[in-house]
């Protein structure tokens, strides 16, 4: 969980770049990446936004310094489970982080991974998938192609506004009286199973995500039948 960052009254000498990422990173949680301005986040730490310079160089390295805060929160893969498993908890992991901040998706996907932890984690999931013997070009396509999911789902979830406060056995029953006698078939029928039941977010993409590690084991074991 992202700490909150402490008044800056009275505090002034002890800001360091950390302090100003964390704060810009609770003020995003609390308002939308938008509202993350020089202006608004020195007013939050009590500092002049001219002063913030002396820690990011700017807006783009003060986002980079966000993502590489939210990258912290996903589980690095574990040298103790075997790399299916290992790449499985790493999603769920990353899909938690996001749920908790819902700009850090966006954020990391847009940009280079530059910042000290992102590299560490972008090398520790390469190596967990060479070591389990993939190719370098092959684990940097499965790392891309998990990522890319991972990023998808979230990005979808958030157009659709999935929320905890969304209840989806209403939003279904109103799908389905809308839908005229007769009308869509097969969309009337996805309703009719959510009007009954609430959609389940976890399952859905723990789904999405088993068919891809499946077709990845596939790819492995081809490969090493190919290598014998």
């Known amino acids: ?68 805060l939210a990258a912290a929160e996903i589980d690095l893969p574990s040298i103790d489970v075997d790399w299916k498993e290992a790449m499985r908890r790493r999603a769920v992991s990353a899909r ?13 996907d847009s940009r280079k991974w530059s910042g000290p932890y992102s590299l560490y984690y972008a090398d520790r999931v390469l190596g967990t998938l060479i070591n389990a013997g993939f190719s370098p070009v092959i684990a940097s396509w499965a790392f891309i192609g998990i990522d890319s999911y991972i990023y998808g789902f979230e990005r979808q979830r958030s157009n659709l506004s999935m929320s905890e406060d969304v209840d ?41 995500l088993d068919l891809i590690l499946d077709s990845l084991e596939r790819q492995l074991e081809a490969d090493s039948a190919t290598r014998r």
């Open 168 to 208: 989806t056995v209403e939003v279904a029953q109103e799908t389905l009286a809308a839908i005229p006698q007769g009308a869509l078939p097969s969309l009337a029928a996805v309703a009719m199973e959510y009007a009954e039941k609430p959609y389940d977010e976890a399952a859905a993409f723990e789904f999405g």
């Open 96 to 108: 938690e982080a996001f749920g908790r901040h819902r700009w850090a998706s966006g954020l990391m």
């Open 1 to 68: 969980m992202i700490a909150r960052a402490t008044d800056g009254s009275g505090n002034r000498d002890t800001l360091n770049r950390e302090r100003v990422v964390r704060a810009a990173a609770e003020l995003a949680d609390e308002r939308g990446i938008d509202s993350v301005t020089m202006r608004e986040l020195g007013r939050r730490l009590g500092v002049e936004a001219a002063s913030l310079y002396n820690h990011v160089t700017g807006k783009d390295d003060l986002l980079s310094g966000m993502a590489d």
